[in-house]
């Protein structure tokens, strides 16, 4: 088949006035060449404008992409065209008109469960810019909370010791109240605000534990791949203070316009403990996020985490890294169920001068979430989760296992 070469910006032109549109499309930035070139070997003229409303949004070119993907939009029905025109939209932060075309998309009952995942994560970014206050509410059970181990003899300086479990080490069932707010502190939504808390409140007051996060979110009007974060995550556990922890961040979108299929956070944060200041540490830490559809029913999500953590003292500084991954699975229509895995090492950096040795972690984590989206109490879908994890560490004093149940309600 013989290929189209022709620049895009005749190529708009010619095919704009040749189905109708409503006048010239500029495919290119005042910043950037008058002319680019373009290949395909597709002949139907509207599916060689989509190409071009496709190859516009990866250069950056939004308000090109919208002008194209609108014109299309007059001439076929097609969610496909209506999907990217979303996301040029919600590239161009004009998230009211996206959420709309998100949602008519996501509606339709011949979308791929798959895809429909994928634009939730948009449609959540967009309740963030436009501004949102979500309240949540679970019932949490926990068969360690102190994290104690199962070894019931350790050697401690030469010494065999033998341990004995608080009295209180036992399962325990309680509440967590939770609330996510967000709003853009622009007009054009490139200054953003955010909180994030939880408190859970259990009979026994010395496992209550609350933690806040609060910081702003920074966009670049000529780099929509980078985003900076500012924040604050502050820590209370048995109503003493537990942590602090100040932060500064930068967001990578390797593919702003598919930002969810891949993305990476590189933070940095000073980690504070007042009342234990050994442990004070500069902690650096690196996520990659990534999702990518498997069939039209299974969405697949994981994450990388590295991290490194120097403290003043060698025994409390340690690097390591984790990687986990999930399935997000649709099942009689409107079941979504969600089996994951992580698995995650930490290597200590200096001896521990208890049990001399330097300390070396392994932590595994299974579990598995059910929700039914047709469901709903007081607002709120609800969903059942259920998690094993296990700590093995070199220290048998630091190795562990617990489960957890949890039914939420948000």
Request: glycine share 6%; charged share 25%; aromatic share 12%.
């Given at each position: 088949?013989?290929?189209?070469?022709?620049?895009?910006?005749?190529?708009?032109?010619?095919?704009?006035?040749?189905?109708?549109?409503?006048?010239?499309?500029?495919?290119?930035?005042?910043?950037?060449?008058?002319?680019?070139?373009?290949?395909?070997?597709?002949?139907?003229p509207?599916?060689?404008?989509?190409?071009?409303?496709?190859?516009?949004?990866?250069r950056?070119?939004?308000?090109?992409?919208?002008?194209?993907?609108?014109?299309?939009?007059?001439?076929?029905?097609?969610?496909?065209?209506?999907?990217?025109?979303?996301?040029?939209?919600?590239?161009?932060?004009?998230?009211?008109?996206?959420?709309?075309?998100?949602?008519?998309?996501?509606?339709?009952?011949?979308?791929?469960?798959a895809?429909?995942?994928?634009?939730?994560?948009?449609?959540?970014?967009?309740?963030?810019?436009?501004?949102?206050?979500?309240?949540?509410?679970s019932?949490?059970?926990?068969?360690?909370?102190?994290?104690?181990?199962?070894?019931?003899?350790?050697?401690?300086?030469?010494?065999?010791?033998?341990?004995?479990?608080?009295?209180d080490?036992?399962?325990?069932?309680?509440?967590?109240?939770?609330?996510?707010?967000?709003?853009?502190?622009?007009?054009?939504?490139?200054?953003?605000g955010?909180?994030?808390?939880?408190?859970?409140?259990?009979?026994?007051?010395?496992?209550?534990?609350?933690?806040?996060?609060?910081?702003?979110?920074?966009?670049?009007?000529?780099?929509?791949?980078l985003?900076?974060?500012?924040?604050l995550?502050?820590?209370?556990?048995?109503?003493?203070?537990?942590?602090?922890?100040?932060?500064?961040?930068?967001?990578?979108?390797?593919?702003?316009?598919?930002?969810?299929q891949?993305?990476?956070?590189?933070?940095?944060?000073?980690?504070?403990?007042?009342?234990?200041?050994?442990?004070?540490?500069?902690?650096?830490?690196?996520?990659?996020?990534?999702?990518?559809?498997?069939?039209?029913?299974?969405?697949?999500?994981?994450?990388?985490?590295?991290?490194?953590?120097?403290?003043?003292?060698?025994?409390?500084?340690?690097?390591?890294?984790?990687?986990?991954?999930?399935?997000?699975?649709?099942?009689?229509?409107?079941?979504?169920?969600?089996?994951?895995?992580?698995?995650?090492?930490?290597?200590?950096?200096?001896?521990?001068?208890?049990?001399?040795?330097?300390?070396?972690?392994?932590?595994?984590?299974?579990?598995?979430?059910?929700?039914?989206?047709?469901?709903?109490?007081?607002?709120?879908?609800?969903?059942?989760?259920?998690?094993?994890?296990?700590?093995?560490?070199?220290?048998?004093?630091?190795?562990?296992?617990?489960?957890?149940?949890?039914?939420?309600?948000?």
């Amino acid at each position: 088949m013989q290929k189209v070469k022709i620049g895009i910006l005749a190529l708009c032109l010619l095919l704009s006035l040749a189905i109708g549109s409503r006048g010239a499309l500029h495919a290119t930035e005042p910043d950037q060449p008058p002319e680019k070139t373009f290949t395909t070997q597709a002949t139907d003229p509207l599916q060689i404008l989509f190409l071009v409303g496709r190859h516009e949004l990866k250069r950056g070119n939004y308000l090109a992409a919208i002008q194209v993907f609108e014109s299309l939009t007059k001439q076929t029905d097609s969610p496909r065209v209506r999907l990217e025109l979303a996301r040029a939209l919600f590239l161009n932060r004009q998230y009211k008109a996206a959420k709309t075309l998100f949602k008519e998309v996501q509606s339709n009952p011949n979308i791929p469960y798959a895809v429909k995942e994928n634009i939730q994560f948009y449609l959540d970014e967009i309740d963030s810019a436009l501004g949102s206050l979500k309240f949540g509410f679970s019932i949490v059970t926990d068969s360690n909370p102190r994290n104690f181990t199962d070894s019931r003899q350790v050697m401690i300086a030469g010494q065999v010791l033998t341990l004995i479990p608080p009295k209180d080490n036992k399962e325990v069932v309680g509440i967590r109240y939770s609330v996510d707010a967000a709003k853009a502190l622009s007009d054009n939504g490139a200054l953003m605000g955010y909180f994030h808390a939880s408190y859970s409140d259990y009979p026994n007051r010395s496992f209550d534990r609350w933690i806040g996060d609060a910081g702003v979110l920074i966009s670049f009007k000529k780099n929509r791949a980078l985003k900076l974060r500012l924040g604050l995550e502050e820590s209370f556990y048995a109503g003493d203070h537990l942590y602090e922890f100040p932060y500064i961040s930068f967001i990578l979108f390797p593919k702003p316009s598919h930002q969810f299929q891949i993305n990476s956070e590189l933070k940095i944060g000073k980690f504070r403990v007042p009342a234990a200041r050994h442990y004070d540490a500069t902690n650096l830490s690196l996520t990659t996020k990534l999702a990518k559809k498997l069939t039209d029913n299974v969405l697949s999500t994981g994450n990388i985490y590295l991290e490194k953590s120097s403290a003043t003292e060698d025994i409390y500084s340690y690097y390591g890294g984790s990687a986990g991954a999930s399935l997000h699975l649709l099942l009689f229509k409107e079941w979504k169920l969600k089996p994951y895995v992580s698995i995650g090492r930490r290597l200590y950096e200096g001896q521990d001068p208890f049990f001399g040795k330097t300390r070396h972690d392994t932590r595994k984590t299974a579990g598995i979430s059910l929700k039914v989206s047709n469901l709903s109490l007081f607002g709120l879908t609800p969903e059942l989760c259920l998690s094993y994890e296990e700590n093995l560490s070199n220290i048998d004093y630091y190795s562990y296992d617990k489960v957890r149940f949890t039914f939420n309600l948000r």
